[in-house]
Structure formats: structure tokens, C-alpha cells
T-cell receptor
């Protein structure tokens, strides 16, 4: 079955530690995205990548880093510089081309708690 | 700049009745796509329906329809014959067809279906 996997589902870390969230897709999509969602809020874009070895900052990139070495993988590192990292993180992918009818496919999300 | 506005933080609807969730958007792009997603309490994002800016007819998918009024820049989601399983957060999103192909999300509407 094609889809997006994120692991782990729940992640706990101590303040001051970097943590990497995994995102893998087997949909052969060019574009991948990371979103942050706080309780009762919408999705905010952290980083996105339209092609391997290239990525762009989204609206809230400070304190986060990404890599895109393979088409299938787009890991997100939450660094100790992120002031408020506790949140729900969603990874998504889509076909990167026109028309605009291509919806995003989402992973199940990772709930990160930093204490 | 592009923007999606969802003005209803929460809505109630009686089971088996229809409900309309509002979405207005702002863009200067002539070509764009509009999406609705459902997010149950489990956190996954489920794609519901898509409307292209040049589509002449309103999109429909089963019990979901999109009331697209281009001149008013609105793309309201209509859910007919509501079911208890429809209780969830609903997000309106937009994607441009030029440039970076970013998706812009609204803040969401929490729908509660009452038995």
C-alpha cells in the first residue's frame, strides 16, 4: 500500500536535546512538507521540499532543520533552539506540478512532548 | 499574499441534517486549487474534496459538496445528512499553480454532530 509513514507516533524528550522526526513516502511524490499543529490550531508550514537536495523555509522554520537526500525521505530535526517544541508534527507529500488538483497526502503525525 | 479564512471556530449540527462550513480565500493568482480536509481526533488528515478555480461546476464527492463562488472568493463545504462520524476538525486549503506550490491552510472549524 502506498502512503506516508511517520515514526514514532509519540516522542518524549528533555529540554535542550535535539530530536529527529522521521517521514518516509512510497508514493513517488516530488514534493514533501512538514507542518506543526498546536492544540486547537491550524497547520503551520515549517519546511518544504520540491525536489531532492533542495528545500525552502516555511513560515516557522526557526529552530528546525531538514534534509532531502532521497526522494522518499524528509526528516525533520527539532533543535534545542526551538523555544516551544511541544506540538503535533505532520508530514505530507504531493505531486509537484500543474494542475493544482493534486491534494496532499498526510502521514499519521508525531506528537512531540519536550519537558 | 494568499490567505484562507475560516470564521467559524466551532459548529453544531443535528444528526441527519446538512451543515455548511465557511471558507473565504484571498489570492491574486488566476489559477489555483481549493481543498477541504477532515481531521478526526486521531490527528490524521483526510482529503475530502477539490475545486479548481476554472471549474464551471461545483465539486461533489458523496455527501460532500463545495459551494464555490469565485466572485465572492468563497469555497464553502456542505455536508449533507450529517453522521456522528463527521465530528472532527475541518480545514480549508488553497494551492497555487505557479511558483512554489505551497498549500495555505485556514485555522479550521470544529464540527460536532449531535445525536
Amino acid at each position: 500500500d502506498g502512503g506516508i509513514t511517520q515514526s514514532p507516533k509519540y516522542l518524549f524528550r528533555k529540554e535542550g536535546q535535539n530530536v529527529t522526526l522521521s517521514c518516509e513516502q512510497n508514493l513517488n511524490h516530488d514534493a514533501m512538507y512538514w507542518y506543526r499543529q498546536d492544540p486547537g490550531q491550524g497547520l503551520r508550514l515549517i519546511y518544504y521540499s520540491q525536489i531532492v537536495n533542495d528545500f525552502q523555509k516555511g513560515d516557522i522554520a526557526e529552530g528546525y532543520s531538514v534534509s532531502r537526500e532521497k526522494k522518499e525521505s524528509f526528516p525533520l530535526t527539532v533543535t534545542s533552539a526551538q523555544k516551544n517544541p511541544t506540538a503535533f508534527y505532520l508530514c505530507a507529500s504531493s505531486i509537484h506540478s500543474e494542475p493544482a488538483s493534486y491534494e496532499q497526502y498526510f502521514g499519521p503525525g508525531t506528537r512531540l512532548t519536550v519537558t | 499574499a494568499q490567505k484562507i479564512t475560516q470564521t467559524q471556530p466551532g459548529m453544531f449540527v443535528q444528526e441527519k441534517e446538512a451543515v455548511t462550513l465557511d471558507c473565504t480565500y484571498d489570492t491574486s493568482d488566476p489559477s489555483y486549487g481549493l481543498f477541504w480536509y477532515k481531521q478526526p481526533s486521531s490527528g490524521e488528515m483526510i482529503f475530502l474534496i477539490y475545486q479548481g478555480s476554472y471549474d464551471q461546476q461545483n465539486a461533489t464527492e458523496g455527501r460532500y459538496s463545495l459551494n464555490f463562488q469565485k466572485a465572492r472568493k468563497s469555497a464553502n463545504l456542505v455536508i449533507s445528512a450529517s453522521q456522528l462520524g463527521d465530528s472532527a476538525m475541518y480545514f480549508c486549503a488553497m494551492r497555487r499553480t505557479s511558483g512554489t506550490y505551497k498549500y495555505i491552510f485556514g485555522t479550521g472549524t470544529r464540527l460536532k454532530v449531535l445525536a
